[in-house]
């Protein structure tokens, strides 16, 4: 009897030690950092990162309320077990640009596996680096605010981030990222502060989220495949564009991407595919743009392969990217110039496989109108302005 109750209750002990370290919780403060918006934290909260990247159990990496300040960090995998990162509170940047602008990135997650991210914010005080660009001062080049580089299985829910130097948020060389309800914001007189930029990786979703910013709310670049966008508000900002493509004579191309269930309020562009005018074996194809409403948007729908900004680089040259199977369906509201469709393909390389199926988009200050240069491909239902196919 007395060895059974002595078993029952080893047993017992046994199970409270499971429960309790099943759920291994890691705050920050506990390692260190201060919720002050002045106090250096970047140590401690490495420190609480590879405690939870040590956990032989999923760890949950609780940020509370409160300002904490990190200088350029680096949570680096691979990690025992899977990662939830959540935070409540918000993470600022040094006052001082050159401390986060050498850098390349704020935060960077780099080769990790099974992390989520959820809520909070990031507040990078880029004014002081636009200003400083703006002057034609020396400056560093700038970093991303969050990055996740060589990853995979990857959630980022709930965050907003603010005034970024230069891109928001990240994707490169990764497999399988989530990003939904993200509130991005910088002014539209920001300088390349990207929304969202995804390069080289696969099976990316982007969806549920506002971005408004000084250049594309989401850009996709080379050797991108798989991506899936929806339900986006974006403006101000460039729009989402495929591209630049063909920067390198030798480059992984973009392939299947949807974008769809999406709004524009007065960008710059609406749905764009652009290339650099100069050689190279990139391709963009099987692209879906649709489900679409713009708003007084300068460039609805536009493809241009000419694009070579200040003409550095590439003047007189014909862009070498190959567009194919590019469909663009039931997209419709304003345009402010009155080209709404604008199709300027390579001389070289013409985009083939176009397909327009229920456009309709007015300029209110006259009629309408579609321009296609080295173009080819199908119209079918209503299209405004006529197409040029």
Known sequence: MATRFILSWIFFLLCIAFFQSSNAAYNVVNFGARPDGKTD????????????????IPATLYVPKGRFLLKPIVFSGPCKSKIVFQ??????????????????????????????????NLDA?????????????????????????????????GLTSINSQI???????????????????????????????????TGIT???????????????????????????ACGPGHGISIGSLGDYVSEDGVQNVT??????????????????????NGYARNIAFRNIIMKGVYNPIIIDQKY???????????????????????????SASQIAMNFVCSSSNP?????????KLTYNNGAEKSSCTNAAGISTGVIIPRSCL
């Not at 985009?351 to 456009?359: A, F, K, Y």
Request: with cysteine; proline share 3%.
């Open 259 to 280: 974008v769809t269930s999406s709004v524009f309020s007065g960008t710059q562009n609406g749905v764009r595919i652009k290339s650099w005018a100069r050689p190279s």
């Open 351 to 359: 985009c083939t496989g176009i397909r327009l199926q229920d456009i």
């Open 125 to 157: 005080k880029g004014a002081g680096y636009w200003s400083c660009r703006r002057a034609g001062r020396s400056c560093p080049a700038g970093s991303t605010s969050i990055t996740f580089m060589w990853s995979s299985n990857i959630v980022v829910s």
């Open 308 to 334: 070579c900004p200040d003409d550095n680089g590439c003047p007189n040259q014909s862009s070498g990217v190959k567009i194919s199977q590019v469909t663009y369906k039931n997209i419709r509201g304003t």
């Open 41 to 56: 934290s970047t140590l401690p909260f490495l420190k609480a990162w590879l405690s939870a990247c040590n956990s032989v």
């Open 206 to 232: 982007i969806s549920s989220s506002s971005i408004m910013t000084g250049d594309d709310c989401i850009s996709i670049g080379e050797g991108s495949k798989n991506v899936w966008i929806d339900h986006i």
């Open 87 to 120: 935070i409540a509170g918000t993470l600022v940047a040094p006052s001082d640009y050159w401390s986060l602008g050498n850098s390349g990135n704020w935060i960077l997650f780099n080769k990790v596996n099974r992390v989520a991210i959820y809520g909070g």
């Open 167 to 201: 891109m928001h948020v990240a994707i490169d060389h990764c497999t399988d990222v989530i990003l939904r309800k993200l509130k991005i914001r910088a002014p539209s007189s920001s300088l390349n502060t990207d929304g969202i930029h995804v390069q080289s990786s």
